[in-house]
Structure formats: C-alpha cells, structure tokens
C-alpha cells in the first residue's frame, strides 16, 4: 500500500524499516527540528534522519491546519497513513485524506493509558504488564476502535528506554500484521470500552525531583520510569545529585529518622531512609561529575551516614 508516515522519535524507526521493506513509503511526517545543547544548534528527529539516510522524502510543517499541509497530503495521495508518537493532534480534514484512514501504534493496552506517557506510567505504577495496540485513529486523543493488541511483560529491571525499545520492535510487527489484513479486506475493528479509559500525563522535568516521604517500591519505579528523561534526582549539601539504578532493600523504615536520610554505605551503593522501606542508590552522577557505579563513586567521595537528602 502507499504510505505516508507521521512520527517523531526513534520509537517510530523500527515501523518505518518494516514499511519500507514492504510497502510503499511515499513520506515521513515529523515535527521540526528543535534546538539542543548548549549551543542551541538544531536537532533533527530520530525519524528524520532515519529517512533522509534511506532517500525518504521529509515533511515538517509548522501548522497543521492552515490548508497548505491537507493540500501536500492530498497531493502524496496516501492510501493509508500510519501514526507513531508523533506529538501533535490531527484534526478531522487531515484524517479525512487517506482512502483507508490512520492507523496508529499505541505502546499501552488501551482503553489504559491513553495520552503521552504509557511507558513511564506503567512502570511508574509498578505494573507488570503492558503492551501494544494497534488502532485507527480518531479525533478524540487514543479512543479510536482496536484493531489489534497484544500483552508484554514488564521485566523487573526494565526502564522507559528498554521497555520502549522492545515495544517498538513488536509494534512493527504487529504493524505490518493489521496492513495486511486492512489490505485484503479481513480487518475488524472494535469499539474500545470507553467507561474503562485512563490516562496519562506528559512527564515534565519537576517529575524527576524524589519526594523521599514515598515508599521505596515507588522512588525505584520513579528511578527505572525516569531512564532515559528526566532522570530522577535529588539534592546533596546543595548539589543536584542524578539517580540511573536503585534496589529496594528488605529492611524496615527507620522511623527515629527522617527520610531522605542516608542510613548506611556500602562497598557498591549507599542505602537512603524513605516513607516505607530503604531504598538503596547504585549508579549516580553527581552535579558536574560523570554517571558512574556507586562503587566507583564511593572510591572518590566520602559519604556520611546520618547526612540527608533534601527536595530543593
């Protein structure tokens, strides 16, 4: 089939290699290239990249609806058009363009989790399921009828990336399994129970910062939902310290403490009081340091037992 494809991170690149391979990709729809760094030097989008290296044209409109962006899709008169994470609502005239609608790969088990961060909830929430839902796309953001969906376990040490990772690579290939039965006319779609949805929120840089009064089960899923952004962190006699691995130990809260509290170190992490339970740090990278094990940290810096973390 012809397709146009509209994504923006690297989520999208195992589908777009599928598609190639087996359809006509006609475009890659991404947002715009957005300033990184220091030097405020423009990025462009894992997918762009992706397409431009494999010849595939790029598309990046500003605006979405001022007629001009409707009038290039209708001209690359897609047959279908495929959605992965591209960040940006499509209004009912674009959707109208393509003869057979959008499909689109959601990395949750809908009617759960709809909106912008299925990934990191999940894990966030400690749940230890999840997985891919094939859908068409509809006005109303995740709510379109189902096509297709499969469950994936949640491994225990899995963060947002290597989670995203594998839901990518199934997604792709649960992908190319809906075109195909879309292409010989066997497709079925079924109404999501929408009484069941819940949502999700976009993670923003504040939701990284480690409220020391949860429990420890929860600050570890903040740490494993928090890989590869915001990074969960904290505050060190006035630096910013950056958390990438934890464990949550079998030890009580020590209550004559405060949580936040450092109540032991350890040859390879250092073991910090929370609201229930001790959750132990054993990779960081403390403010203007490299990340590193905390066996190699702790080689270099001394760490005081009964010192405390803070929130700010």
Not at 172 to 180: K, S
Not at 203 to 225: M, P, T, Y
Request: net charge neutral; with cysteine; proline share 6%.
């Amino acid at each position: 089939m012809r397709i146009v494809f509209f994504g923006t991170p690297e989520l999208g690149i195992p589908s777009l290699a599928l598609l190639k391979a087996r359809h006509e990709l006609v475009a890659v729809v991404c947002q715009p290239d957005k300033e990184q760094g220091r030097g405020k030097k423009p990025a462009a989008p894992p997918v762009k990249r992706w397409a431009l290296e494999h010849g595939i044209v790029v598309q990046q409109p500003e605006k979405l609806n001022d007629g001009r962006f409707e009038a290039w899709l209708r001209e690359a008169n897609p047959e279908i058009c495929v959605l992965a994470a591209y960040g940006r609502l499509l209004k009912q005239p674009i959707l109208d363009v393509p003869l057979r609608g959008f499909l689109n790969i959601h990395p949750s088990l809908l009617p759960k989790y709809r909106g912008p961060s299925p990934v990191q909830t999940a894990i966030l929430n400690g749940d230890a399921v999840t997985g891919v839902t094939i859908m068409k796309v509809t006005l109303e953001m995740d709510a379109g009828p189902i096509l297709l969906q499969e469950e994936m376990p949640i491994e225990a040490d899995d963060t947002t990336l290597t989670l995203t990772e594998r839901l990518a690579v199934r997604g792709a290939q649960l992908l190319i399994q809906g075109l195909e039965v879309i292409e010989t006319g066997t497709a079925l779609f079924v109404e999501q129970d929408h009484s069941k949805a819940t949502y999700c929120k976009l993670f923003e840089k504040k939701d990284g910062l480690i409220n020391w009064n949860e429990s420890a089960q929860h600050l570890h899923n903040l740490v494993r939902a928090a890989i590869p952004w915001p990074v969960a962190f904290s505050f060190y006699e006035g630096e910013m310290w950056r958390f990438f691995k934890s464990e949550v130990r079998n030890i009580e809260t020590n209550r004559s403490l405060l949580p936040g509290t450092i109540i032991d170190v350890e040859k390879n992490a250092f073991l910090v009081n929370t609201g229930s339970g001790i959750l132990a740090i054993t990779e960081l990278q403390a403010q203007n340091k490299r990340r590193m094990p905390a066996a190699e940290f702790l080689r270099g810096r001394k760490i005081t037992v009964g010192s405390r973390f803070q929130s700010s």
